[in-house]
């Protein structure tokens, strides 16, 4: 789903997303038409401008991930702005580029996080990284949260490196439901990817039983 209040460089990102193979299930201008479509059609990713009428793209962030975690969602913005970059990480975007991105950037970067790969702009991986890196050592001094059972089960798991798909038929669970508990942890922890939970994890000693 492509999300911006700019027709002509709406359509511009769907004719290349179309293009390169990838199926736009929907469109949008605003924020809450974004979320009623993306109830509607439930596309993997959504490629999502910040400056949208309201609710702005950062809450539709938080929406779209609320309603569907294993979604994936690439702010596509003009804004390289510190606070915008870390409210839109925050909210669970995967992936930020800056709108001077070139087309096959932008398809790179989609192709990415669909596969939940963090994507980022030059300069801004660094910025978020920092700020990946100060959350953890504020959650090491703070109290730890509190895991279910099964999210501390999957958690030792992806600490050994296995994959969702992996961790799914040892567990006899569907890769959904593991992505699910995956995407709960990492809110929990306040973390944003897997590498960042990995690290998390082996500190934690949970790869060594």
């Given at each position: 789903?492509?999300?911006?209040?700019?027709?002509?460089?709406?359509?511009?990102?769907?004719r290349?997303?179309?293009?390169?193979?990838?199926?736009?299930?929907?469109?949008?201008?605003?924020?809450?038409?974004?979320?009623?479509r993306?109830?509607?059609?439930?596309?993997?990713?959504?490629?999502?401008?910040?400056?949208?009428?309201?609710?702005?793209?950062?809450?539709?962030?938080?929406?779209?991930?609320?309603l569907?975690?294993?979604?994936?969602?690439?702010?596509?913005?003009?804004?390289?702005?510190?606070?915008?970059?870390?409210?839109?990480?925050?909210?669970?975007?995967?992936?930020?580029?800056?709108?001077?991105?070139?087309?096959?950037?932008?398809?790179?970067?989609?192709?990415?996080?669909?596969?939940?790969?963090?994507?980022?702009?030059?300069?801004?991986?660094?910025?978020?990284?920092?700020?990946?890196?100060?959350?953890?050592?504020?959650?090491?001094?703070?109290?730890?949260?509190?895991?279910?059972?099964?999210?501390?089960?999957?958690?030792?798991?992806v600490?050994?490196g296995?994959?969702?798909?992996?961790?799914?038929?040892?567990?006899?669970?569907?890769?959904?439901t593991?992505?699910?508990?995956?995407?709960?942890?990492l809110?929990?922890?306040?973390?944003?990817?897997?590498?960042?939970?990995?690290?998390?994890?082996?500190?934690?000693?949970l790869?060594?039983d």
């Open positions: 789903m492509v999300v911006d209040d700019h027709p002509m460089w709406r359509d511009a990102v769907e290349d997303l179309a293009t390169a193979g990838f199926e736009v299930v929907a469109t949008a201008s605003t924020g809450r038409e974004a979320i009623t993306f109830a509607a059609t439930r596309p993997d990713v959504v490629v999502l401008d910040l400056q949208i009428p309201e609710p702005d793209g950062v809450q539709v962030t938080t929406e779209v991930v609320a569907h975690p294993t979604t994936k969602v690439l702010i596509l913005s003009a804004s390289g702005e510190q606070n915008d970059v870390l409210a839109a990480v925050k909210a669970g975007a995967t992936g930020y580029l800056i709108k001077s991105a070139s087309r096959e950037e932008l398809l790179d970067a989609v192709r990415s996080v669909a596969a939940g790969d963090p994507v980022f702009t030059p300069g801004l991986a660094g910025l978020v990284l920092g700020e990946f890196q100060q959350s953890a050592d504020t959650e090491v001094r703070g109290d730890k949260p509190t895991l279910t059972d099964r999210e501390t089960e999957i958690l030792k798991l600490a050994k296995l994959s969702y798909r992996q961790i799914a038929d040892r567990l006899v669970l569907s890769h959904r593991v992505q699910n508990h995956v995407q709960n942890t809110r929990k922890l306040q973390m944003h990817n897997r590498v960042e939970l990995t690290r998390y994890a082996i500190e934690q000693g790869d060594a």
